[in-house]
C-alpha cells in the first residue's frame, strides 16, 4: 500500500527531529546565552525557536488559525542546555500527534500563515516548518561551533568524525 503525503511528511520530519536532538545534546552544557549577535538569539533561544515551530505550527493548523497571540500548552522555553533536548522531543510528539489527525484532503486547504498571504497547509507544513526548522538548525549548528562546541554531522560525518574514521582505516 503507498504511502499517504502525511505518512511521508511525519516520517521526514521524525527524522529531523532525530538530528535536532543530537543537535541539542551536542551543545555546550554551559553556553545557553551564548550569543554571537546582541541583537540575535542566544543558543538556548534559538534551539527553543526549532520547539517552538513543531508546536506553534502544529497548534494553529489544528486551531485553523495563526495568530501573534495564540499560546501553545506546554511551550515554556527551558532555561539550560539540559532541558532542551527532552523538551523539543516532548513538543515533537505533541505536534506530530496533532499533524496525524489531518487528512489527505486537508493538505490542499488554505489558511493565512500570520500576516503572509493564504498558503496550503501542505506548504505550511514542509515550508513553514520543516524547512524552516532545516534552515535555523543550520545556524544553531554553526553557533554549537563559535561557542566551542562540537556540532554532530547530520547529514554525513562533520570534520572530526572524517577524521577518526581516516584515523581508525589507517589512511
Known amino acids: 500500500m503507498a504511502k499517504s503525503e502525511i505518512d511521508v511528511f511525519i516520517s521526514t520530519w521524525d527524522e529531523e527531529a532525530k538530528k535536532t536532538v543530537r543537535l541539542f545534546q551536542a551543545l555546550p552544557r554551559d553556553r545557553y546565552d551564548f550569543r554571537p549577535d546582541a541583537g540575535g538569539r542566544s543558543i538556548g533561544e534559538l534551539a527553543w525557536h526549532l520547539s517552538e515551530l513543531d508546536g506553534y505550527v502544529s497548534y494553529c493548523i489544528e486551531a485553523n488559525n495563526f495568530a501573534e497571540d495564540v499560546k501553545v500548552p506546554g511551550m515554556e522555553r527551558p532555561r539550560t542546555v539540559e532541558a532542551l533536548a527532552p523538551g523539543y522531543e516532548r513538543i515533537h510528539a505533541d505536534a506530530v500527534a496533532r499533524v496525524r489527525k489531518l487528512t489527505e484532503k486537508d493538505l490542499d486547504r488554505k489558511l ?60
Not at 497547509?121 to 566551542?148: E, Y
Request: include cysteine; charge should be positive.
Open 112 to 171: 493565512r500563515f500570520f500576516d503572509e498571504q493564504e498558503m496550503t497547509i501542505r506548504t505550511i507544513l514542509w515550508v513553514g516548518l520543516l524547512h524552516h526548522l532545516i534552515h535555523h538548525r543550520g545556524a544553531l549548528s554553526f553557533m554549537c561551533r563559535l561557542a566551542g562546541g562540537t556540532s554532530p554531522g547530520l547529514y554525513g560525518p562533520n570534520r572530526e568524525e572524517m577524521a577518526a574514521m581516516k584515523a581508525s582505516s589507517g589512511k
